[in-house]
Nanobody
Framework: QVHLAESGGGLVQAGGSLTLSCAAS????????MGWYRQAPGKQRDLVAA???????NVTDSVKGRFTINRDAAKHTVFLQMSSLEDEDTATYYC?????????WGQGTQVTISS
């Protein structure tokens, strides 16, 4: 079983920056991917960015150039560095760990952008 611990959400002004982190513990097995989805009120949960245990990255088009995902492999921790934040980035961000299609989710962290 894998447990995810998220941190880093909060309130930030438009144009500002924020970094989310997610640490996986427990039975972390390779290969895997980790990353973030987000869900705004009344909307579906969408992928933001993901990175595999082989360091292959996937960043959704709407945040490319503004968000960066990277990881500390030794600590099974992924980081989502967000900059030039916009009102549309306001959402609950959910970390995930995916191994062979089996997903584990974090509890979610709120990111609110104030204009």
């Amino acid at each position: 079983q894998v447990h995810l611990a998220e941190s880093g959400g909060g309130l930030v002004q438009a144009g500002g920056s924020l970094t989310l982190s997610c640490a996986a513990s427990g039975s972390v097995l390779r290969p895997y991917s980790m990353g973030w989805y987000r869900q705004a009120p009344g909307k579906q949960r969408d992928l933001v960015a993901a990175i595999t245990s082989l360091n292959k990255e996937n960043v959704t088009d709407s945040v490319k150039g503004r968000f960066t995902i990277n990881r500390d492999a030794a600590k099974h921790t992924v980081f989502l560095q967000m900059s030039s934040l916009e009102d549309e980035d306001t959402a609950t961000y959910y970390c995930f760990y995916n191994r062979l299609g089996d997903y584990t989710w974090g509890q979610g962290t709120q990111v609110t952008i104030s204009s």
